[in-house]
């Protein structure tokens, strides 16, 4: 036991790098190290995974803001409708089955992963178009948040492809925006879940402390990466966790029904994206 939790707490550290560099991915990393190598039953383990990453996040929030990364407008609008979102998620994830919640994950990763592998960053948009793009930050901004809360995801897979597709926000500061939303919007699917889960209050702060450290050297490193290589990071974690999730939670027919909803959320992002 002393091993696995020696382990965890080095998984942690570098799931803090992750995170602090790429503005996303915490939750990815941190949900399957507490189900499959600390064994925790996965509404425990979702409550857990929001703890550590809504922490990390603060930190290296403070890196970014430093380097000029966080565009604040954006993010207290986006931000505040996530956090509603990510509350209304962590209530209603004890009426769905756990094993949903992990296909959903999966299926939303992969997704994710696959538009950012095609992606362009959006050019600056016009005034009227700002206005426009404020209103869609609202909403999906509380879509973001539900997902986030019902399945335990800090949200930056989604938020950093979100701000820089749809908000006009190079790649750099849509992962430190994205960061400054996930720590308020981690804490708030927390409290959501706080009311039906008990939680081992050791390990989470041993692997919120850890995962801390490696944000700030995460955030530190993100700076001198060309931007390109960072987005293809990202998408590439997030792609292979996805399949990850679907290899270890699937029976064949949840298989089919999984891949499906996969080709057809692909589906509907690439004309909005399009339209964008």
Same mark, same amino acid.
């Given at each position: !036991? %002393? #091993?696995?939790?020696?382990?965890?707490?080095?998984?942690?550290?570098?799931?803090?790098?992750?995170?602090?560099?790429?503005?996303?991915? *915490?939750?990815?990393?941190?949900?399957? /190290?507490?189900?499959?190598?600390?064994?925790? $039953?996965?509404?425990?383990?979702?409550?857990?995974?929001?703890?550590?990453?809504?922490?990390?996040?603060?930190?290296?929030?403070?890196?970014?803001?430093?380097?000029?990364?966080?565009r604040w407008k954006i993010a207290a609008i986006f931000g505040l409708a996530a956090v509603a979102?990510?509350?209304?998620?962590?209530?209603?994830?004890?009426?769905? %089955?756990?094993?949903?919640?992990?296909? /959903?994950?999966?299926?939303? !990763?992969?997704?994710?992963?696959? &538009?950012?592998?095609?992606?362009?960053?959006?050019? $600056? @948009?016009?005034?009227? +178009?700002?206005?426009?793009?404020?209103?869609? !930050?609202?909403?999906?901004? &509380?879509?973001?948040?539900? /997902?986030?809360?019902?399945?335990g995801a800090g949200g930056g897979f989604l938020i950093v492809p979100v701000l820089s597709l749809?908000?006009?926000?190079?790649?750099? $500061?849509?992962?430190?925006?994205?960061?400054?939303?996930?720590?308020?919007?981690? #804490?708030?699917?927390?409290? *959501?879940?706080?009311?039906?889960? $008990?939680?081992?209050?050791?390990?989470?702060? +041993?692997?919120?402390?850890?995962?801390?450290?490696?944000?700030?050297?995460?955030?530190? &490193?993100?700076?001198?990466? @060309?931007?390109? /290589?960072?987005?293809?990071? #990202?998408?590439?974690?997030?792609?292979? !966790?996805?399949?990850?999730?679907?290899?270890?939670?699937?029976?064949?027919?949840?298989?089919?029904?999984?891949?499906?909803?996969?080709?057809?959320?692909?589906?509907?992002?690439?004309?909005?994206?399009?339209?964008?």
């Amino acid at each position: !036991m %002393p #091993f696995v939790l020696a382990l965890s707490a080095l998984l942690a550290l570098l799931i803090g790098v992750v995170l602090g560099m790429l503005g996303g991915g *915490g939750a990815i990393l941190t949900l399957p /190290l507490l189900v499959y190598v600390l064994h925790l $039953e996965p509404k425990t383990a979702i409550a857990t995974s929001l703890f550590v990453v809504g922490t990390t996040s603060a930190v290296a929030t403070v890196m970014h803001a430093r380097a000029g990364a966080v565009r604040w407008k954006i993010a207290a609008i986006f931000g505040l409708a996530a956090v509603a979102g990510a509350y209304s998620g962590g209530r209603l994830a004890r009426h769905i %089955p756990a094993t949903a919640l992990l296909v /959903l994950f999966g299926v939303v !990763m992969v997704t994710t992963s696959l &538009a950012m592998l095609r992606a362009k960053t959006a050019p $600056e @948009p016009t005034t009227t +178009e700002r206005a426009l793009r404020l209103g869609r !930050m609202v909403v999906l901004g &509380a879509a973001v948040g539900v /997902l986030s809360g019902l399945i335990g995801a800090g949200g930056g897979f989604l938020i950093v492809p979100v701000l820089s597709l749809f908000g006009g926000l190079s790649l750099r $500061e849509a992962i430190g925006t994205s960061i400054f939303v996930i720590t308020f919007q981690s #804490f708030a699917g927390f409290v *959501g879940h706080t009311a039906h889960v $008990e939680l081992d209050w050791t390990l989470v702060l +041993e692997l919120s402390g850890a995962a801390a450290v490696g944000s700030i050297v995460g955030s530190a &490193a993100g700076a001198k990466v @060309p931007t390109n /290589l960072l987005r293809r990071a #990202f998408a590439w974690l997030v792609l292979a !966790m996805g399949l990850f999730m679907f290899a270890t939670n699937l029976q064949p027919r949840l298989a089919i029904v999984a891949s499906g909803l996969t080709l057809l959320a692909i589906a509907i992002v690439r004309p909005w994206r399009s339209r964008s």
